[in-house]
């Protein structure tokens, strides 16, 4: 299997060494470097470069840091869902660098699995509510000031968080609490961490037919698919377009679809 290097102080091996081993390559785990430089979810440190960028940068300072040609990088986001914006959603992407041919492959999971979450709280019957719907004690919950000064990470001892919690209660009033959403602290984040590295694997498994070099994937749909009823085209897809992030080459697969009358903009004249 060949090298590669993950740049991670957050134990995300445990969720990775298994994809990657599906697609050849044996993960090495780089803690040397704080990462928490290029960002922190609480926001102490403010992340400079989109959430692409930043994995992307993670994974080619893991090849360099590592001494591999390949580099692993993982940045998560989290905020409300893009539908109606009431529940929590989680953006977990994968960065996969050569170092050799200068390119990446990225893989995204977009998902409601995430107990992403914060609240002021007056009183500690409302911390304690919080803490029961986060999954604290097995997810880590943060605690700061009502101004959301975060003084404790990492906390899953139901007497230290009850500590300083009525100790905020006592000089301000309230307290502010959040998820910890750091991987090695948060199950279901590192679960998330684990689906989408099997889609990096998938990736990686697939070979551009006019370059051979990993990571041909479906990039965008072709809209056209025709109406069930009527036969006009429709915004359904009718094809994917894949493309090799090496080499740009693209080929047209033809999707076996049709679309439903209530989608064909026909039929709802």
């Known amino acids: 299997m060949q090298a590669i290097t993950l740049l991670s102080r957050h134990a995300k091996q ?92 990225l893989a995204h999971s977009a998902t409601p699995d995430t107990n992403f979450a914060h609240a002021l709280v007056h009183g500690w019957d409302a911390a304690r509510d919080f803490a029961q719907g986060a999954g604290f004690p097995t997810h880590a919950l943060m605690v700061g000031t009502p101004a959301r000064q975060i003084l404790a990470k990492g906390l899953s001892e139901p007497d230290a968080l009850h500590a300083q919690v009525e100790a905020l209660l006592a000089e301000h009033g309230a307290a502010w609490l959040e998820t910890d959403m750091r991987a090695h602290l948060n199950p279901t984040r590192m679960a998330v961490i684990g689906q989408t590295g099997f889609k990096l694997a998938a990736k990686l498994n697939s070979h551009c037919p006019a370059c051979a070099r990993p990571g041909h994937a479906a990039h965008r749909p072709l809209a056209g698919a025709p109406c069930r009823q009527c036969g006009t085209a429709t915004r359904r897809a009718k094809a994917e377009i894949w493309q090799c992030p090496a080499c740009q080459h693209e080929v047209t697969l033809a999707l076996a679809s049709q679309a439903d009358p209530a989608e064909c903009d026909a039929c709802n004249a």
């Open 14 to 105: 445990m969720a990775l060494t298994a994809p990657l081993a599906q697609a050849g390559y044996a993960l090495h785990c780089y803690t040397d470097f704080d990462t928490d430089q290029l960002g922190t979810f609480c926001g102490q440190i403010p992340r400079r470069q989109h959430q692409i960028e930043t994995a992307i940068h993670k994974a080619q300072l893991a090849a360099e840091l590592g001494g591999t040609r390949f580099g692993l990088g993982s940045e998560g986001a989290f905020g409300p869902d893009p539908f109606i914006g009431l529940s929590a959603w989680s953006h977990e992407l994968l960065a996969w660098w050569d170092a050799a041919q200068q390119y990446a492959v």
